[in-house]
């Protein structure tokens, strides 16, 4: 599931004698398989206890508290360009464990009567994207993706933000299929009006989203409803490397005082209801990662706005087109 040789050599290359092993939940088994491995080669490992949610999400104060050389993250491409420590980036694909040709069968029913399918994948699954496809064109579908025009992503790709893989090609599509998972799958039916189907190659549950995300979206329309009256609004500033968009945060602020709302600058390491102080606050705006909003509402007592929403607040576009041009989570990509 991982290079050894390079993540060593990457080590050696920067003299690294102590890394801050970091992993998602379900690596942290494969994160400390990794740690005896590097301790065997006479490397002073720490693996990180907290959560990580994306290559966005460095431990970069548990690294630097603990005088960590460089951190080894694992399951995720490379994000972050510029950190005050150096990062290996460890994607950790699956290449084997799933039949593509029974994967193929167990989503057919829900792809049909469509012949042009979109494909997109989670990083751990696309070792096994050219089979999935050969079997996809072998059951009469004509297969489409895209290639990310930055580079960021590897064809194909989707992360929990960024779905420009899909977008390329939803022209030419009438469908899409995720292998992967059902946050991903939330994310893009979100932004296209084409249905998106999704499975889980490890429980091989397949899923529409279509209804999801309508559900989802009428969520987000009341939020922005109900932000429409408030008075006084935290601006939600994040000081992870991957998430921190300065700029974007000050200039909401300004934005919001234009509009007669008593704005304010809050900045957080990590973004969590219980350290956000709803009796001071109506509402907030948040600039890290887009995924807090949509997944994590709920746990909010007060509405939690992207960028792209309060523009509808404010009254300075429209809700259909936000929708329609699948700009939700584009003003926080482009500003990452």
Known sequence: MYELGRVMAELERIK???????????LKRVALQLGDEL??????VIVSGGPCWGGCDLALNEAMEMSADAIVQLGHTNFVEQSVLPVIYVECRYDG?????RLVEKVIPFLRPAKNIGLGMTLQWLNFLERIKRVLENHGFSVFYGQHEN??????????????????????????LIIGSFFHGLGLSMITD???????????HVGDMTQTAKKTLMQRYAQVCAFKGSRRVGVILCTKPGQKR????????????????????LVLNEVDER??????FDAYVNTACPRISIDDQAKFRRPVLLPSELMVALGLGSWDE???????????VRNG
């Open 16 to 26: 690294a004698k102590r890394v801050l092993v970091q992993a998602p939940q379900g």
């Open 39 to 44: 301790r065997h080669h006479g490397i002073d």
């Open 194 to 204: 084409r249905c998106v189907v999704v499975i889980d190659p490890e429980t091989m």
């Open 246 to 265: 300065e700029g974007l945060a000050t200039s909401i602020v300004s934005m919001l005082r234009k509009a007669g709302k008593d704005a304010y600058l």
């Open 97 to 101: 464990g799933i039949s593509s040709e």
């Open 275 to 280: 350290f956000l102080p709803d009796e001071v």
């Open 322 to 332: 936000l929708i329609s041009k699948g700009e939700y989570f584009g003003w926080c």
């Open 151 to 176: 580079g960021r992503l590897y064809p194909s790709q989707v992360i929990g933000c960024d779905y420009t893989n899909m977008k390329i090609v939803e022209r030419d599509v009438e469908k899409f």
